[in-house]
């Protein structure tokens, strides 16, 4: 273990394990969720509203008026201008961290450690990050370094914390197929494993994360039921297809390659 790693227990969960509801509560929890106007935050917004009842739920996006809707406020806010975040952060009790989709190496984990600091500096007691399966201390580009960094940045700064770590989505494989049938073959990297998990189920997760106590101080990974090889994935897609589809493990620079 290298010096100055923090390392905190980890589990795979089940959705079941992490309902939770604050209906009822005496005090108003108000609720902030950071890339609200995405796919998966305009999820986690649908899902909370079944969740809580008479609490506060605020969806933080640079298209607020996109996300406001019964019983949710619309606050703008930008992970590149964290003043737009101290006014978006103002009296939160819980914040959940969707990172943006920014490819660039390192602007992610920048914009995360910022809002980080931000939230931090406005009194947030408790923040939960949106990260990756498979987050680790690895060099850059690599892309699980900035959901490392930013792991670790989290558990260092924040006075409560919680990371959910997702795997790779279910829709992705969709139209992973979908592009495969055009020529009869889905490529990867090698025979890699895949356990896939829908949107729904995570943005479920981090709704029962949200709404209730319990989860301080722990590391979470949404994963399928299953890990897949590629061979089972292009079955998978011939059988429900009833089109052949093979696949085929190309080296990582030569699926770089296509994919530039």
């Not at 790693?5 to 980890?10: Q, T």
Request: aromatic share 6%.
């Amino acid at each position: 273990m290298s010096p100055g790693i923090i390392v905190a227990p980890s589990c795979v969960f089940g959705v079941e394990y992490l309902s939770g509801s604050v209906e009822g509560s005496k005090q108003t929890v108000r609720i902030g969720l950071n890339g609200a106007s995405g796919h998966l935050g305009r999820m986690v917004v649908k899902e909370m509203k079944a969740r809580v009842s008479g609490q506060g739920i605020v969806a933080i996006s640079r298209s607020p008026r996109k996300v406001e809707a019964d019983g949710v406020e619309g606050r703008f806010g930008d992970y590149n201008d964290p003043s737009s975040l101290a006014t978006a952060y103002q009296g939160l009790d819980r914040l959940l961290l969707i990172p943006s989709t920014d490819m660039r190496p390192g602007q992610r984990a920048q914009q995360i450690h910022s809002a980080i600091d931000t939230a931090v500096a406005a009194g947030v007691p408790h923040i939960v990050y949106m990260s990756t399966a498979g987050a680790r201390n690895v060099p850059a580009p690599n892309i699980a370094a900035d959901y490392f960094a930013s792991e670790q940045y989290l558990m260092r700064q924040a006075r409560h914390w919680t990371v959910l770590r997702m795997s790779y989505y279910a829709e992705a494989f969709a139209q992973e197929a979908q592009m495969g049938l055009a020529h009869g073959v889905i490529v990867g990297l090698g025979e890699n494993k895949v356990s896939f998990v829908s949107r729904d189920d995570l943005a479920a997760a981090a709704a029962g994360i949200l709404a209730a106590d319990g989860h301080d101080g722990a590391i979470y990974t949404g994963t399928g039921p299953e890990s897949l090889t590629g061979a089972r994935r292009a079955a998978a897609v011939a059988r429900l297809t009833g089109k052949p589809v093979s696949f085929m493990a190309l080296p990582a620079e030569a699926l770089r390659g296509q994919m530039a």
